[in-house]
């Protein structure tokens, strides 16, 4: 599985439209606001989105005429668009440095969207998570080198954290 460099949030822009249709501004103020603290999201980068999400027929687009303004895009999730979204909340994070962004994203949908599933994510995330370890420790127990020895057991220290932390998302409902 070749690794992105980029995590796009075409997906959490997805989930913030399963509710109701909204326009960019909205969309905004709404990422900001609910999933600030995870994603950072700039204008450019959410209308940018939006447009690939049009063009993928994942979102559709409606103007709204106003008086005295310009006339607004009203974005609609579609059912592909739907489909995608709840595909993308059911997996979990294959790498480390993405259950910073996705898998916070996916624990923010299943609360807010009010779907079943998490016990299900969190299970295979914890499985993924093992799995890293297990190597992490097959790999330091081999290495000659005392540094990387070091650094081995420290990513596998994040992991085993990261561990205990799924536990606690299932606790804190």
Request: aromatic fraction near 8%.
């Amino acid at each position: 599985m070749k690794r992105s460099k980029t995590i796009s949030p075409e997906p959490a822009l997805l989930g913030l439209l399963m509710p109701a249709p909204k326009h960019g501004y909205e969309l905004h103020q709404e990422f900001e606001r609910e999933l600030g603290q995870v994603w950072k999201v700039g204008m450019s980068q959410l209308y940018a989105c939006l447009r690939q999400l049009a063009e993928q027929g994942l979102v559709s687009v409606h103007e709204e005429p106003q008086a005295k303004h310009p006339t607004r895009k009203v974005y609609h999730i579609t059912p592909a668009g739907r489909e995608v979204f709840l595909d993308w909340l059911r997996q979990p994070s294959p790498y480390l440095n993405r259950i910073r962004l996705e898998f916070l994203a996916r624990l923010y949908f299943f609360r807010r969207l009010g779907l079943e599933g998490l016990d299900r994510l969190v299970a295979e995330q914890k499985a993924i998570c093992r799995e890293r370890v297990d190597s992490l420790r097959r790999s330091a127990a081999q290495e000659q080198d005392s540094f990387r020895r070091l650094v081995l057991e420290f990513r596998q220290g994040q992991i085993e954290a990261v561990i205990l932390w799924l536990d606690r998302c299932l606790e804190s409902r």
